[in-house]
């Protein structure tokens, strides 16, 4: 799983965090926040890294 930062580097609230996981091959990607209106998700297949997200991103547990 991974997830982005909940804090800005300004050390604000972001409008939106990213999060995604990979079951079975296959990333269920997620945003959140009041700026997107809510909850989105898509289904994609991992990029070359193995990884769901794109960049320096934390892995959650």
Do not use: K, W
């Given at each position: 799983?991974?997830v982005?930062?909940?804090?800005?580097?300004?050390?604000?609230?972001?409008?939106s965090?990213?999060?995604?996981a990979?079951?079975?091959?296959?990333?269920?990607?997620g945003?959140?926040g009041?700026e997107?209106?809510?909850?989105?998700?898509?289904?994609?297949?991992?990029?070359?890294?193995?990884?769901?997200?794109?960049?320096?991103?934390?892995?959650?547990?």
């Amino acid at each position: 799983m991974q997830v982005t930062p909940d804090r800005t580097s300004a050390n604000l609230t972001p409008g939106s965090i990213l999060f995604s996981a990979l079951v079975d091959g296959t990333c269920l990607i997620g945003q959140f926040g009041d700026e997107v209106g809510g909850y989105h998700s898509t289904q994609a297949r991992p990029i070359s890294t193995g990884q769901c997200l794109i960049g320096a991103v934390p892995s959650a547990g």
